[in-house]
C-alpha cells in the first residue's frame, strides 16, 4: 500500500440541480454545534435564521421532515433562479448594494411569495448586442486582506430582529419597511407546476440528515466543502458552462442553449486524455451544450448512459475524465425543486457504489455538486472578488466578479479523512471552476479562462498515508418518495433547452431553419431530443 495518496488518474463529476448548501447540507453537523468529529468548523445552521415575508412576519428554517407526501418535493413549487431573483434575495432589490438597513439575504421568502419569472429579462437579454470584450481584471480578484468573507447573520448581528417563527419584525430604518411593502417584480410563464398547499415559508424548509442519507453519510465520512459557491448569480445553464468552459460567454439568463467557448472537453482532447460523458438515458445534454464537442468520438472518448459508465469501470475503460448527468425528466433523478429528491439519492448511491466497487476506487476523485441555489434558501451572502473571464453581460452589465450562492458540494476519495470539512488555503473560494483547476493541475493542462486560472483546485483534499477500506453508508438505504404523488405532465425546463440546443446544432450543420417544437408532455421532448441525438452524436458509444 502506498504511503502516500497517489496521483489523480480519473476525476469524475455529478452535478445535480438546483438546490442550495443550506437546503440540503444546512443541518448536517447541528447537533454537535456546527463541528465536524474532526474539530472543522461548519458553517452550517443555527435554526434561528430566518426571513420576512411581504407582511414583516418572519419565518424561521425549519427540518423537513417525512410526515406527509410532498416531504421530498419541497419547497413543492419551483423558485425564481435567475439573476434578478438573486438579487432579490440577496439583497432586496436588483442590484447590489441592498437598501439601507436591510440584512442581506432576507429576500428568499419574499420572492418565493412573488415566483418571478424572468422571461421579461431574457427578452431584454436576447435583444442586446454580443457581449462585449473588458480588460483583464487583476488576477488576484478584489480580496482585500486574504480572507473571503463569512457572512452569517445570526441573531448576534442584528439583535433588534425577532427570530421566532410568525412574529412581527422590528424595522431597521424606513428603507427596510418601504421594502417589506413593496412588491418585487412578477411575471410570466411557469414551466414546473405547483402542488397544493404551497405557502411562503415553504422555501425555509431544510433536509435534515435523516431525511438524505446517502448525500448526508457521504459529506461526514468524506469531505464536504461548506464554502463552494456557484460560478455566477443566476440560474442553470450559466453556470453549466462555467463549469466547463470557465465562462458564460456574457450570459446570465438560459436563454443560450449552447454555448461556443472551448470546453474543457476540447482541452483534454489536445493534451491527450480522454473523457466521458454519460446520463440521461445515453442522450446527455452536454455533448450538444459544448459547441466543441464533435459528432465522432476522439479515440477513447464516450458519449452513453449511466449504464454505459458502469461498463467503462468494469472494462477498465474509463475516461480520464467522466461528467454524469441525471435524467432530466419530470419524473427523473435530477432534484430540481419541485421535483422528487429522494430519486437523486437513489442515484448518488448507484453512482457511489460504481465507483467505489471498481479497480479505479483508489485513484479516482468523485465531486458530487450543483449547478446553483435554484432559488432555495441559503444564509451564506457569496463573496465579491471573483475574477472575472473575458466577458460582461451586454444587457445587464455585471462583470462576473461576485459568485453565486452556496451549493452542496461533497468529494469522494478513500484518501480522505472521514469529517473532513474542506476550504482551500487563501482568499478564493471553490466554486465550479475549481473542477477546471483540478483537473489542469492534475493532468499538466493550460487554463480555458482567468477564472479557473485563478480558481482554487481541491487535491489537498487527499491527505491520509493509507487508502480507507471502509465505507460509510454500508447498509443505509436511500429514501422513497411517497408514490402517490403525481406531477402534471409537462416536458421539464432543461428538456426543453436540451431539444432547443439540438436545433441550433441542425441549423448549424445544414443551414436550414428550423423551430423547436412546444412539446405537450416529457414524452414528445424525449423522442426529439433522441431523434437529433442520434443523427447527430451517434457514433458515439452506448
Not at 31 to 60: Q, R
Not at 118 to 134: D, F, H, I, R
Not at 273 to 283: A, D, E, M, R
Not at 382 to 395: H, I, L, M, R, T
Request: with cysteine.
Amino acid at each position: 500500500m502506498a504511503n502516500t495518496p497517489p496521483p489523480i488518474k480519473h476525476v469524475v463529476v455529478m452535478m445535480f440541480e438546483n438546490r442550495s448548501f443550506d437546503s440540503m447540507l444546512g443541518f448536517l453537523y447541528k447537533d454537535s454545534n456546527n463541528k465536524s468529529p474532526l474539530g472543522h468548523p461548519f458553517e452550517g445552521l443555527t435554526g434561528k435564521e430566518s426571513n420576512p415575508d411581504s407582511n414583516g412576519v418572519n419565518h424561521k428554517v425549519f427540518p423537513i421532515v417525512n410526515n406527509n407526501k410532498y416531504a421530498y418535493y419541497m419547497p413543492k413549487k419551483d423558485p425564481g433562479e435567475g439573476f434578478a431573483n438573486t438579487n432579490f434575495q440577496l439583497f432586496g432589490a436588483g442590484a447590489p448594494p441592498y437598501p439601507s438597513g436591510i440584512a442581506p439575504n432576507q429576500g428568499f421568502v419574499r420572492d418565493f411569495e412573488s415566483s418571478i419569472d424572468n422571461a421579461p429579462l431574457e427578452q431584454k437579454e436576447k435583444a442586446a448586442s454580443p457581449p462585449p470584450t473588458v480588460s483583464k481584471p487583476d488576477s488576484e480578484g478584489s480580496g482585500s486582506d486574504g480572507d473571503y468573507e463569512h457572512r452569517s447573520y445570526s441573531d448576534d448581528s442584528y439583535s433588534r430582529h425577532s427570530y421566532s417563527d410568525g412574529s412581527d419584525s422590528d424595522y431597521h430604518s424606513d428603507d427596510y419597511k418601504k421594502w417589506y411593502k413593496s412588491s418585487p417584480p412578477t411575471g410570466g410563464l411557469k414551466v414546473v407546476p405547483d402542488f397544493p398547499g404551497t405557502v411562503p415559508r415553504d422555501i425555509m424548509g431544510i433536509y435534515t440528515p435523516e431525511m438524505l442519507p446517502i448525500l448526508s453519510g457521504l459529506a461526514k465520512g468524506y469531505a464536504v466543502c461548506d464554502h463552494w459557491y456557484c460560478s455566477a448569480p443566476t440560474e442553470t445553464l450559466p453556470n453549466r458552462a462555467f463549469t466547463h468552459m470557465g465562462t458564460s460567454q456574457g450570459y446570465l439568463y438560459d436563454e443560450v442553449h449552447s454555448y461556443s467557448a472551448k470546453s474543457i472537453f476540447t482541452n483534454l482532447t489536445e493534451n491527450g486524455h480522454t473523457w466521458g460523458i454519460f446520463g440521461n438515458h445515453g442522450k446527455p445534454y452536454t455533448v450538444a451544450f459544448c459547441m466543441d464537442i464533435p459528432n465522432s468520438p476522439p479515440t477513447g472518448c464516450q458519449v452513453g448512459s449511466f449504464e454505459t459508465f458502469e461498463k467503462a469501470l468494469t472494462n477498465k475503460t474509463l475516461p480520464t475524465y467522466s461528467f454524469l448527468e441525471p435524467v432530466w425528466r419530470s419524473d427523473g433523478n435530477s432534484q430540481h425543486p419541485n421535483y422528487d429528491v429522494a430519486a437523486g439519492e437513489v442515484y448518488l448511491q448507484q453512482i457511489y457504489n460504481a465507483v467505489k466497487s471498481s479497480d479505479y476506487w483508489e485513484d479516482t476523485l468523485l465531486i458530487i455538486t450543483y449547478d446553483e441555489h435554484g432559488g432555495c434558501y441559503d444564509h451564506i451572502t457569496p463573496p465579491d472578488n471573483a475574477v472575472s473571464p473575458p466577458a460582461k453581460s451586454a444587457a445587464f452589465g455585471f462583470d462576473f466578479t461576485r459568485f453565486g450562492v452556496r451549493v452542496p458540494t461533497v468529494l469522494i476519495s478513500p484518501w480522505i479523512e472521514a469529517g473532513t470539512v474542506y476550504r482551500p488555503g487563501g482568499p478564493t473560494p471553490l466554486d465550479h471552476t475549481s473542477i477546471l483547476a483540478t483537473l489542469e493541475k492534475a493532468f499538466g493542462m493550460s487554463p480555458l479562462t482567468d477564472r479557473d486560472k485563478a480558481a482554487p483546485d481541491v487535491a489537498d483534499v487527499l491527505t491520509l498515508s493509507t487508502a480507507r477500506t471502509d465505507d460509510p453508508i454500508a447498509g443505509v438505504k436511500a429514501p422513497v418518495a411517497d408514490s402517490s404523488v403525481k406531477i402534471k405532465p409537462h416536458a421539464s425546463q432543461i428538456q426543453q433547452m436540451h431539444a432547443a440546443a439540438l436545433t441550433d446544432k441542425h441549423q448549424r450543420e445544414t443551414g436550414t431553419p428550423q423551430k423547436t417544437p412546444t412539446f405537450q408532455n416529457g414524452d414528445e421532448a424525449s423522442h426529439y431530443v433522441d431523434y437529433w441525438h442520434n443523427k447527430y452524436y451517434g457514433d458515439y458509444n452506448d
